[in-house]
């Protein structure tokens, strides 16, 4: 190990406090320091080299390769206007991005408000839904519309509001109580849907209890129903046939706006700009970030239709809300590169091209008997590990730590493969590339995959 490598660990131990991270896990292992990147590769400090199958976090969309033109992008604006915020002002860039971005959303998804990332952009939704009704209503409208609808193991962010919208309990119960009021229905997991029943039956039983959950909170309340195209956490469910427009009805008939999270599925991801254009979900706002700008610059966006826009265009009336970096001008510059060079490049022509060809090599892995299901979209999939496929039995509390932290994440990590092994709700292995992956990534990601994955079924055998 160099020296300034030794001096970067023992700085990183000293002062760094790093995200979601058992920090006690480093007292006598090494920090993981990732000092650089090249297509879908990164290196740390000590010189080896890692294939980024989870770019990021499921956001370098196009890879590590663009730093240049991204950079002189981010240079060029700060010479030009280094800042200026969208209080009331606007600057050349946020107006060009707001036109892009209304340009590529579906529908009528014309109105655009930018923030930091992706957790205010979620945030920034529920409070654009709760004041929406105000303002459509007067200020003495009553009751008041408040209220929000979620997904079990939904992930929505860390924000106070976002994390209210997580239906993830381990990670919210830290911090309880938390904003009122949001109801939790069951996701789409059709691997684990009730044995014997259909996909026609398991969408009709979760459009019914949506339902029951939207008559139980009182629709006149409820404000907001928040999903993901396709659920991260838990492992890239898919939704059954029928259940977006079924959702939408369900909104539509209670007066309820629908919001859909793309912060992961947006630009790209599962090859379509926007995964609600895929799916045909029709939001009346959607959220993004993430590969907005491909992780280059921070920002994300709130996108909203005409309709949800349009009371807050008459008189007086204002969106109280507001981001200081929000519309950041060099923020918006690399996000306009970003969309520039998805385009050059075919990009989303790319993830759609290839998508038969990832999910096929990922299938074969349905071969190990630890391996119950492979699922996803695009280039964003979860393998979910099982005791047996046969029975679809899953692992207890103290043999997921065992697999998963103790034997997976480092296995993986060892044999040159960033992943995420995760059990926010069944245990699964999640892989979501760089958009510029290749057949020769996807065969590397399954190799590696195929060689731990059998050691881990061995192993828990034993």
């Not at 409208?141 to 509001?161: D, E, F, M, S, V």
């Not at 209890?209 to 991260?232: D, F």
């Not at 050059?344 to 074969?364: C, Y």
């Amino acid at each position: 190990m160099t020296e300034t490598a030794v001096n970067l660990q023992q700085l990183a131990k000293d002062h760094l406090w790093m995200h979601f991270t058992r920090l006690g896990g480093f007292r006598d292992a090494e920090v993981p320091i990732i000092v650089r990147g090249e297509g879908c590769y990164l290196e740390d400090a000590n010189g080896k080299r890692y294939l980024d199958a989870l770019a990021g976090l499921f956001s370098v969309n196009l890879g590590y390769s663009f730093g240049e033109e991204m950079g002189q992008a981010a240079h060029d604006q700060m010479r030009e206007l280094p800042f200026y915020t969208n209080w009331t002002y606007a600057h050349p860039r946020a107006i060009e991005l707001a036109s892009e971005v209304a340009t590529l959303a579906p529908g009528d998804l014309n109105r655009v408000f930018f923030v930091s990332g992706g957790s205010e952009a979620v945030e920034s939704a529920w409070k654009l839904a709760r004041q929406y009704y105000l303002a459509r209503g007067g200020k003495d409208l009553a009751p008041r519309r408040y209220k929000a609808i979620t997904r079990q193991t939904a992930y929505h962010g860390t924000t106070l509001g976002a994390l209210s919208l997580t239906g993830i309990p381990a990670i919210r119960m830290p911090f309880e109580p938390l904003l009122p009021e949001v109801r939790n229905v069951r996701n789409t997991n059709r691997y684990r849907r009730p044995e014997g029943e259909t996909e026609e039956e398991f969408t009709v039983d979760l459009l019914d209890e949506l339902e029951r959950t939207i008559e139980m909170m009182g629709p006149e309340t409820v404000c907001l129903v928040h999903m993901e195209p396709v659920q991260n956490s838990g492992g890239a469910f898919t939704a059954p046939l029928g259940y977006w427009r079924g959702v939408r009805e369900l909104c539509d008939r209670y007066d309820i706006l629908l919001s859909a999270d793309e912060v992961i599925t947006g630009f790209g991801r599962i090859g379509a700009w926007f995964a609600s254009e895929r799916y045909d979900i029709r939001p009346d706002i959607v959220t993004s970030a993430k590969g907005l700008s491909s992780s280059y610059a921070a920002i994300g966006a709130v996108i909203a239709t005409d309709r949800v826009a349009e009371p807050f265009l008459e008189g007086t009336s204002m969106y109280t809300h507001g981001i200081t970096f929000g519309g950041h001008p060099v923020q918006c510059a690399v996000a306009l590169k970003n969309i520039e060079i998805m385009k050059r490049e075919g990009i989303v022509e790319h993830v759609r091209e290839q998508e038969a060809v990832f999910r096929a090599k990922l299938e074969s892995l349905l071969d190990l008997e630890i391996v119950g299901d492979v699922r996803g979209a695009g280039f964003f999939y979860a393998l979910e590990l099982v005791k047996d496929p046969e029975t679809k039995a899953t692992f207890d509390e103290a043999e997921c730590e065992a697999l998963l932290r103790g034997y997976l994440s480092p296995a993986f990590f060892e044999a040159g493969l960033i992943c995420r092994s995760d059990d926010r709700g069944d245990p699964v292995v999640q892989i979501s590339p760089p958009l510029v992956a290749t057949e020769t990534e996807m065969d590397e990601i399954v190799g590696i995959l195929g060689d731990v994955l059998a050691e881990a079924a061995r192993r828990m055998r034993r």
